[in-house]
């Protein structure tokens, strides 16, 4: 079982950058697809990203500013923030699942981890 850790959030100004760490233990990122998500206090979670070991996915609404990428080597799954906007300002999770269907097609993924708050002031 695959337990995940998201980092790097914080306190950034409109039009900055982040980058977003999710970092795996127990288990080889090799052999599951890492979805990212947030939820924005009173909204519903939003997909952002799918990456599996030959294919990713950014939603269109965030396409050109956020980047998914992994380091296997390092176990960890990174997502580049930029122009950053006010809109932004969510928690920040990643999720994995063996079925790379479960995240690119929206379904509920099988392991989450805790979330790393994204404020972005204007």
């Known amino acids: 079982q695959v337990q995940l850790v998201a980092s790097g959030g914080g306190l950034v100004q409109a039009g900055g950058s982040l980058t977003l760490s999710c970092a795996a233990s127990?288990?080889?990122?090799?052999?599951?697809?890492i979805g990212w998500f947030r939820q924005a206090p009173g909204k519903e979670r939003e997909g952002i990203s799918c990456?599996?070991?030959?294919?990713?996915y950014v939603a269109d609404s965030m396409k050109g500013r956020f980047t998914v990428s992994r380091d296997n080597a390092k176990n960890t799954v990174h997502l580049q923030m930029n122009s950053l906007k006010p809109e932004d300002t969510a928690v920040y999770y990643c999720?994995?699942?063996?079925?790379?269907?479960?995240?690119?097609?929206?379904?509920?993924?099988?392991?989450w981890g805790k979330g790393t708050l994204v404020t972005v002031s204007s």
């Open positions: 999720a994995a699942d063996k079925d790379a269907s479960t995240c690119f097609w929206g379904g509920d993924m099988a392991y």
């Open positions: 127990g288990s080889s990122l090799d052999h599951y697809t």
């Open positions: 990456i599996s070991s030959s294919s990713s």
